[in-house]
């Protein structure tokens, strides 16, 4: 009865978190996801009546998002027609050399700020800074995916410190992301921007008129033999067994070393990216070597990870440890507040003289996307380019195809954790400090001319 139980209260939960997200019209203007809203209801119900709860009612609360996130990044590829590299490069490199530099900053921010305030403020160790990329870039599910890793390195408080700053992230990139807008506006560097106001009822909501209604994917295979849904969650769970697959290699070289044992980096590296490179090479058999990709529908799989990430944030808000928050708070918020500055002087400043045409618009997907989740770049895109008249968002869209696998969850911030914990942050700031050089020596070497040359004719 426990699992029964323990179920049904997450779906709960989500039901509650939706039902608030029309009703409350506060809520609507954030535009919170009903996940966070529920998962916040959680957090709050847990504090006041936790010992009063019937047992059971968050039996498997705490491993159920390490476990999702695998599922999000396992279909990160899956159903996609991956377009070639030459293609990805001409149509994104400006964004990717832009998100990088965001991305990178991040790093360089949360661990700069640490070590030069916090530490000798409040004697927290200079991996604290590492909360800002893990909680912003990365969000929830990358936060819930490193809880293993912080464990592994005794730091489990770690995981909580990300799942905080992945909240205020997804708060802030809205609260922040509309102060820009009007910012850009009065300014003059938006196109075709729509008001607030004018955004359609049925995204303020979250509920489609029944008009408008659109399909969430297609059946590829008769239910007869296998429902399409059941067909790509089972596809979803080959791509994952491939990553434990990998997992399992990585353990191995690393016993067959003592060095790596000692140090136990790769038995700590997390599931999910191998996860995400599991699908990766199943949409590669399926479409070039089996040649039955057919069979899978990128809007059900869509339909797959959404689910997945939906439980997976209801429950790790919900489970957040708000007493080992509330002993480190103040610096909590000071670094939070940093990556903040970080993100706005990139738009500011940063964006303008990186981007080429419709700098503003392909910046606050950016923006967006760097301290919520992709949704929320889109949303914030979707107000000062409504019809999609600029070429923000197909930049966008395939600079996450080169950027998602390294950052925001992908390999490097998988790496980046436990390196910055054994390393004490200094190793994790300097890797980020060339990053952002070498990005900007790309941008300076390949797009520099032509973007300069673009304004010029404008």
């Known amino acids: 009865m426990a699992i029964v139980l323990s179920f049904t209260s997450l779906c709960l939960l989500l039901l509650i978190g939706k039902i608030l997200r029309v009703r409350i019209r506060f809520l609507q203007k954030l535009y919170l996801p009903a996940a966070v809203i529920g998962g916040l209801c959680g957090l709050l119900v847990l504090q006041l009546a936790g010992e009063h709860l019937p047992a059971g009612v968050t039996a498997g609360w705490d491993k159920l998002p390490g476990f999702l996130i695998n ?9 996609v027609k991956i377009p070639k590299l030459p293609q990805i490069w001409k149509q994104s490199g400006p964004q990717l050399a832009y998100g990088q530099i965001v991305a990178w900053g991040q790093y360089v921010v949360g661990i700069g700020i640490t070590v030069l ?15 800002i990329p893990v909680g912003f870039e990365g969000g929830h599910g990358t936060a819930a995916g490193l809880a293993d890793v912080f464990r592994h390195f005794n730091w489990p408080e770690g995981l909580d410190y990300a799942l905080t700053s992945a909240t205020f992230g997804i708060i802030s990139a809205i609260i922040v992301g509309t102060g820009l807008v009007n910012w850009a506006v009065r300014r003059g560097y938006t196109r075709n921007l729509k008001k607030i106001e004018e955004i359609p009822e049925c995204n303020v ?64 590296f997390p599931l999910f990216p191998l996860s995400m490179i599991g699908g990766l090479i199943v949409q590669l058999l399926m479409s070039r070597v089996l040649k039955i990709d057919r069979i899978l529908n990128r809007e059900v799989v869509h339909r797959v990870s959404g689910t997945a990430l939906d439980f997976l944030v209801v429950s790790a808000i919900a489970m957040i440890n708000l007493s080992l928050v509330s002993a480190n708070l103040i610096p909590l918020l000071i670094i939070v507040l940093f990556g903040i500055l970080w993100n706005v002087f990139c738009v500011m400043f940063l964006a303008r003289r990186l ?22 770049g889109l949303l914030l895109l979707r107000v ?18 080169l950027h998602e696998p390294f950052m925001g969850g992908g390999v490097w911030t998988s790496l980046a954790v436990p390196l910055c914990i054994m390393g004490g942050g200094k190793t994790v700031f300097m890797i980020s400090l060339a990053a952002i050089a070498a990005w900007l020596l790309i941008w300076r070497l390949l797009f520099r001319k032509g973007i300069r040359a673009e304004k010029e004719n404008k």
């Open 117 to 131: 305030l916090i530490t000798p403020l409040f004697g927290l160790p200079a991996y604290f800074g590492v909360i």
């Open 205 to 268: 909501i979250g509920i489609y008129d029944p008009a408008e209604q659109p399909s969430a994917g297609k059946q590829t295979v008769s239910s007869a033999s296998v429902d399409t849904f059941a067909l790509h969650i089972a596809i979803v769970g080959v791509a994952v067994f491939i990553g434990y697959v990998l997992k399992l290699g990585l353990t191995g070289i690393e016993s067959l070393f003592p060095s790596l044992q000692e140090k136990g980096l790769l038995s700590a």
């Open 384 to 401: 000062v380019d409504p019809e999609q008249q600029t070429p923000a968002y197909q930049a966008f869209g395939y600079k996450q195809l």
């Open 355 to 376: 981007l080429p045409d419709a700098w503003f618009e392909r910046a606050i997907a950016e923006m967006g996307q760097s301290m919520g989740v992709t949704a929320t």
């Open 71 to 79: 599922i999000c990044f396992a279909s990160l590829f899956l159903g």
